[in-house]
């Protein structure tokens, strides 16, 4: 006899590894590692968070009825085509789950967001990639990519770890041309960071058709990464499967409540992203001083690529990100992403972008 056997693929998903949040011998950490909002949760959410525990004994509304009338409000949706989950990335995972299968592909860019292939695998499916051009996904590419078998098209606009993204225009392009047998999933987890006139979050393309699918978060601006807490806006017909297979009371009330007054704490949301703006800003044309390349990022991090040095660029990576953690400082790596060459850096405060800078530098400066 041999023991219980997993469904085939999930032996070969390799999991995901959250951005490191600790360092031995280290007390005070900048960690600019996760993308987490600079600023935390608002008052307003934690005071709701601490608020709900006096109801713990209690389901929540596993309708989510209240959280979803206020997104829908805040950003002219219809209530009953969304839908919440455990976070954005339960979303992922249930699109997965209900739409793809042994035998079928989910299709993404080069160095799209880790969980669209960890999720494929986990449904039996099999996760397919398009190359990228200038770390930026490439609409022709994606369509060349497209099989008999592709079920879902997984997009993050901005891109996660590249910073990049695409034009509306282009993201119509890509919807024209795709099947429409095949879901196009927007991730827009950093669309409240995303401020070019030319961007789209995609509820334009939600609207316009029957297979587009957005998904956001309260994980980057809203700083509520702790509570789990994400959303999909959905055409009826998908809205409608995702209700059917996601559990019952998928999201605490803990999260219903911290999310409902987080969303209406819109000052707080001004003024991250007023930060965001002035230090990204700040941190790409420091590194670039620096000597180093920094796609433009559209987002609340920069990804940043050691100059050639032809293969010894992943050891700069690695070493630097070693003499970061020695100045306190824990940023990302890349390796997973195929992008051993680089780190990640998420615009934190004033105080510790200045930090990550004259680490960055001091290291330079040594090798
Ligand atoms: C951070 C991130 C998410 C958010 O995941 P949650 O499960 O909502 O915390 C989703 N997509 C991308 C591209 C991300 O970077």
Same mark, same amino acid.
């Given at each position: +006899?041999? $023991?219980?056997?997993?469904?085939?693929?999930?032996?070969?998903?390799?999991?995901?590894?959250?951005?490191?949040?600790?360092?031995?011998? %280290?007390?005070? /950490?900048?960690?600019?590692?996760?993308?987490?909002?600079?600023?935390?949760?608002?008052?307003?959410? %934690?005071?709701?968070?601490?608020?709900?525990?006096?109801?713990? &004994?209690?389901?929540?509304?596993?309708?989510?009825?209240?959280?979803?009338?206020? /997104?829908?409000?805040?950003?002219?949706?219809?209530?009953?085509?969304?839908?919440?989950?455990?976070?954005?990335?339960?979303?992922?995972?249930?699109?997965? %789950?209900?739409?793809?299968?042994?035998?079928?592909?989910?299709?993404?860019? %080069?160095?799209?967001?880790? +969980?669209?292939?960890?999720?494929?695998?986990?449904?039996?499916?099999?996760?397919?990639?398009?190359?990228?051009?200038?770390?930026?996904?490439?609409?022709?590419?994606?369509?060349?990519? =497209?099989?008999?078998?592709?079920?879902?098209?997984?997009?993050?606009?901005?891109?996660?770890?590249?910073?990049? *993204?695409?034009?509306?225009?282009?993201?119509?392009?890509?919807?024209?041309?795709?099947?429409?047998?095949?879901?196009?999933?927007?991730?827009?987890? *950093?669309?409240?960071?995303?401020?070019?006139?030319?961007?789209?979050?995609? =509820?334009?393309?939600?609207?316009?058709?029957?297979?587009?699918?957005?998904?956001?978060?309260?994980?980057?601006? *809203?700083?509520?990464?702790?509570?789990?807490?994400?959303?999909?806006?959905?055409?009826?017909?998908?809205?409608?499967?995702?209700?059917?297979?996601?559990?019952?009371?998928?999201?605490?009330?803990?999260?219903?409540?911290?999310?409902?007054?987080?969303?209406?704490?819109? !000052?707080?949301?001004?003024?991250?992203?007023? &930060?965001?703006?002035?230090?990204?800003?700040?941190?790409?044309?420091?590194?670039?001083?620096?000597?180093? !390349?920094?796609?433009?990022?559209? $987002?609340?991090?920069?990804? =940043?690529?050691?100059?050639?040095?032809?293969?010894?660029?992943?050891?700069?990576?690695?070493?630097?990100?070693?003499?970061?953690?020695?100045?306190?400082?824990?940023?990302?790596? +890349?390796?997973?992403?195929?992008?051993?060459?680089?780190?990640? =850096?998420?615009?934190?405060?004033?105080?510790? +972008?200045?930090?990550?800078?004259?680490?960055?530098?001091?290291?330079? !400066?040594?090798?």
């Amino acid at each position: +006899m041999s $023991g219980p056997t997993p469904k085939p693929g999930i032996m070969n998903i390799a999991p995901y590894v959250g951005g490191e949040s600790s360092l031995d011998g %280290q007390d005070r /950490i900048i960690k600019l590692s996760s993308n987490e909002g600079a600023f935390g949760p608002s008052p307003l959410a %934690q005071a709701a968070y601490t608020d709900a525990a006096s109801d713990l &004994h209690r389901y929540p509304d596993g309708g989510c009825v209240a959280l979803r009338a206020a /997104i829908a409000e805040l950003n002219g949706l219809e209530a009953d085509r969304i839908v919440c989950g455990a976070g954005s990335d339960e979303i992922i995972s249930l699109l997965c %789950q209900a739409y793809a299968g042994a035998g079928d592909e989910v299709l993404y860019s %080069q160095h799209g967001f880790l +969980m669209y292939a960890i999720s494929a695998k986990a449904a039996g499916a099999t996760p397919v990639f398009a190359p990228e051009t200038n770390l930026t996904s490439n609409v022709d590419a994606l369509l060349g990519a =497209v099989s008999d078998n592709t079920r879902l098209l997984f997009l993050a606009n901005p891109n996660n770890p590249t910073g990049t *993204y695409l034009s509306g225009d282009e993201l119509w392009r890509l919807r024209r041309e795709l099947r429409d047998d095949i879901i196009l999933v927007i991730d827009a987890a *950093y669309a409240e960071y995303a401020s070019r006139d030319d961007y789209t979050p995609g =509820v334009d393309l939600v609207d316009g058709g029957g297979n587009v699918v957005m998904t956001r978060t309260f994980s980057k601006i *809203y700083g509520l990464g702790g509570v789990r807490l994400g959303w999909a806006y959905c055409p009826a017909g998908i809205a409608d499967v995702l209700n059917r297979i996601r559990g019952p009371f998928n999201v605490g009330s803990p999260a219903l409540a911290a999310g409902l007054a987080a969303l209406g704490d819109s !000052e707080f949301i001004e003024r991250a992203r007023t &930060h965001n703006d002035t230090w990204l800003e700040w941190t790409r044309s420091q590194f670039l001083s620096l000597g180093l !390349e920094v796609p433009p990022s559209a $987002g609340n991090f920069v990804l =940043v690529r050691f100059p050639e040095q032809p293969g010894r660029n992943a050891d700069i990576a690695e070493a630097c990100d070693t003499f970061l953690k020695s100045r306190g400082i824990i940023v990302r790596r +890349m390796d997973a992403y195929g992008l051993d060459d680089c780190l990640r =850096v998420t615009i934190g405060l004033k105080d510790e +972008m200045q930090a990550a800078f004259d680490a960055f530098k001091e290291f330079l !400066e040594q090798i």
